[in-house]
């Protein structure tokens, strides 16, 4: 039976951009369906309109054989519909029961929070979300809060749920966690479409995959006809080559932290007697389930977060108790874990890339800036870190989220930093997005550059890392140095992330 089917959708936006080009394809009840494409091809600006937060210029959607004009995600979500975007929609001073149920009228209304924390609870439990409904936003991690997101949904009981890189932030076993809850919600004979750029993940778990490129359909098949060498061809209808990272290391220690213990946004230890070097020219790869004191380590390092004990030193210089902005100025490099983070999203692109250096020369000249040589510098960037598009006026925020990370990456790595510190760097890009942010670490890397990279993604960590420390609790129960990583290897660092000594 066919759920959803879409006839003709073309999308146009300003600057004649058509986001997408007559896209007609089905997706059948009860399946995963896998919608495969570059950054910026179109897919979540397709997904946009069957939710109603976009309209089309042209086509119709039918919804289970009848036409349906989806004004909004009001009319979605009473249709069945609910999605789950790449970019978290949550309150952070909200608990994660208030954000579930907000604006759900069958809430009731006095105690409301008694009844929906123990739904929540038990929804979480059954689909293998675990998280505390408890707790406010502002106090969980990335994969915590994709967790959430997903909760919502399926509180709303949605019979067909759209899922933007809902792994992006997600590791190895909670990936395996959330597949086992879409296996559940096929048997129950709910429908998903699942907005990826992993393609061992379409192989896994989809039944059918579309793949769209520059706004168009390129094809809908059977991933058991196909292979990820091919998907990832049409995708980019060109072969993707794959960065080989530099194997010889400096014996040069850029980054020492000492017995270094944090708290966490709960107030408790989130970083415990930590101690760990990254030498010159080394890619060090930070392995651990979401919320094992990750995201604390990066903020420790870049000085966004208090040491209670130990000490941080950068080639030899102590920089515990620095400030972000002195710690930048010794060239540190950060890559936040949310890009929303790391850009203004009201500011244009030249502004974002000018966020480090406006204030220096030459592009200070006492209060005001020089823009003529600060719009030059600006080109520069957008066309070496091959930023789309190459408009240095648009603000950022309308950026895709590939390009949101080239950003990022293009007013980080240009200072040439001594070290850079790069949370979850890919997640939610491309192939071709992910192999040229690799080629962007792996260069400076090779200028040398010491790399603390920290990834739920633990084929990335054992393509890049010359090293791999595991954390688990907020301590290190693993450190391995190897020149070829084996199956073995990633066997042990998953029993190592879940809390077993090997």
């Given at each position: 039976?066919?759920?959803?089917?879409?006839?003709?959708?073309?999308?146009?936006?300003?600057?004649?951009?058509?986001?997408?080009?007559?896209?007609?394809?089905?997706?059948?009840?009860?399946?995963?369906?896998?919608?495969?494409?570059e950054n910026g091809a179109g897919k979540s600006t397709l997904m946009n309109i069957l939710y109603g937060l976009l309209q089309?210029?042209?086509?119709?959607?039918?919804?289970?054989?009848?036409?349906?004009?989806?004004?909004?995600?009001?009319?979605?979500?009473?249709?069945?519909?609910?999605?789950?975007?790449?970019?978290?929609?949550?309150?952070?001073?909200?608990?994660?029961?208030?954000?579930?149920?907000?604006?759900?009228?069958?809430?009731?209304?006095?105690?409301?929070?008694?009844?929906?924390?123990?739904e929540v609870r038990a929804l979480s439990e059954k689909y293998g979300l675990r998280v505390d409904p408890k707790t406010r936003?502002?106090?969980?991690?990335?994969?915590?809060?994709?967790?959430?997101?997903?909760?919502?949904?399926?509180?709303?009981?949605?019979?067909?749920?759209?899922?933007?890189?809902?792994?992006?932030?997600?590791?190895?076993?909670?990936?395996?966690?959330?597949?086992?809850?879409?296996?559940?919600?096929?048997?129950?004979?709910?429908?998903?479409?699942?907005?990826?750029?992993?393609?061992?993940?379409?192989?896994?778990?989809?039944?059918?995959?579309?793949?769209?490129?520059?706004?168009?359909?390129?094809?809908?098949?059977?991933?058991?006809?196909?292979?990820?060498?091919?998907?990832?061809?049409?995708?980019?209808?060109?072969?993707?080559?794959?960065?080989?990272?530099?194997?010889?290391?400096?014996?040069?220690?850029?980054?020492?932290?000492?017995?270094?213990?944090?708290?966490?946004?709960?107030?408790?230890?989130?970083?415990?007697?930590?101690?760990?070097?990254?030498?010159?020219?080394?890619?060090?790869?930070?392995?651990?389930?979401?919320?094992?004191?990750?995201?604390?380590?990066?903020?420790?390092?870049?000085?966004?977060?208090?040491?209670?004990?130990?000490?941080?030193?950068?080639?030899?210089?102590?920089?515990?108790?620095?400030?972000?902005?002195?710690?930048?100025?010794?060239?540190?490099?950060?890559?936040?874990?949310?890009?929303?983070?790391?850009?203004?999203?009201?500011?244009?692109?030249?502004?974002?890339?000018?966020?480090?250096?406006?204030?220096?020369?030459?592009?200070?000249?006492?209060?005001?800036?020089?823009?003529?040589?600060?719009?030059?510098?600006?080109?520069?960037?957008?066309?070496?870190?091959?930023?789309?598009?190459?408009?240095?006026?648009?603000?950022?925020?309308?950026?895709?989220?590939?390009?949101?990370?080239?950003?990022?990456?293009?007013?980080e790595l240009e200072r040439k930093p001594k070290l850079v510190i790069a949370a979850n760097p890919t997640a939610g890009l491309?192939?071709?997005?992910?192999?040229?942010?690799?080629?962007?670490?792996?260069?400076?890397?090779?200028?040398?550059?010491?790399?603390?990279?920290?990834?739920?993604?633990?084929?990335?960590?054992?393509?890049?890392?010359?090293?791999?420390?595991?954390?688990?609790?907020?301590?290190?129960?693993?450190?391995?140095?190897?020149?070829?990583?084996?199956?073995?290897?990633?066997?042990?660092?998953?029993?190592?992330?879940?809390?077993?000594?090997?």
């Open positions: 039976m066919i759920e959803i089917a879409f006839r003709s959708i073309t999308k146009r936006f300003p600057s004649h951009i058509v986001a997408n080009d007559r896209v007609s394809f089905e997706v059948e009840k009860g399946t995963v369906h896998a919608l495969l494409g089309p210029d042209e086509g119709e959607i039918f919804l289970r054989g009848k036409p349906q004009k989806i004004s909004s995600p009001k009319e979605a979500i009473a249709l069945g519909i609910g999605m789950v975007h790449q970019h978290f929609r949550l309150i952070n001073t909200h608990t994660v029961c208030e954000n579930v149920i907000l604006g759900l009228r069958s809430v009731p209304f006095f105690f409301p929070a008694k009844k929906a924390q123990l936003i502002w106090q969980l991690s990335a994969g915590e809060k994709q967790k959430v997101e997903i909760l919502k949904a399926l509180y709303r009981k949605v019979e067909i749920l759209i899922l933007d890189e809902p792994t992006a932030v997600l590791t190895p076993q909670e990936v395996e966690e959330l597949f086992r809850t879409l296996k559940v919600m096929k048997k129950e004979g709910k429908t998903c479409i699942f907005i990826t750029h992993k393609l061992n993940e379409v192989m896994a778990i989809a039944d059918r995959v579309t793949v769209m490129r520059q706004g168009k359909v390129v094809n809908t098949l059977s991933p058991s006809s196909t292979s990820p060498e091919e998907l990832a061809r049409m995708m980019v209808d060109k072969p993707v080559l794959s960065v080989t990272p530099k194997k010889n290391v400096s014996s040069r220690v850029v980054l020492e932290l000492q017995d270094v213990w944090a708290i966490g946004d709960k107030d408790l230890p989130a970083l415990l007697d930590v101690t760990l070097t990254v030498r010159a020219g080394e890619i060090v790869g930070v392995a651990g389930v979401a919320g094992n004191g990750q995201r604390e380590l990066a903020e420790v390092i870049v000085g966004l977060r208090k040491v209670k004990r130990g000490r941080i030193f950068l080639e030899g210089t102590d920089i515990t108790a620095l400030s972000p902005r002195e710690i930048a100025a010794l060239g540190v490099a950060y890559v936040p874990e949310e890009r929303n983070i790391g850009l203004i999203g009201e500011m244009s692109i030249a502004e974002n890339l000018l966020l480090r250096e406006y204030a220096e020369p030459p592009f200070s000249q006492g209060f005001w800036v020089n823009w003529n040589k600060a719009e030059a510098y600006s080109e520069r960037l957008i066309s070496h870190y091959q930023i789309h598009p190459p408009l240095m006026e648009m603000p950022v925020r309308l950026l895709s989220g590939g390009n949101r990370q080239r950003v990022i990456l293009a007013r491309d192939v071709q997005g992910v192999e040229a942010i690799h080629e962007l670490l792996v260069k400076a890397q090779e200028d040398g550059a010491g790399v603390l990279l920290i990834s739920g993604d633990l084929d990335e960590l054992l393509k890049l890392s010359n090293r791999i420390v595991v954390f688990f609790r907020g301590e290190v129960v693993g450190n391995l140095e190897k020149e070829r990583w084996t199956e073995e290897d990633r066997r042990n660092i998953g029993l190592m992330m879940g809390g077993v000594r090997v």
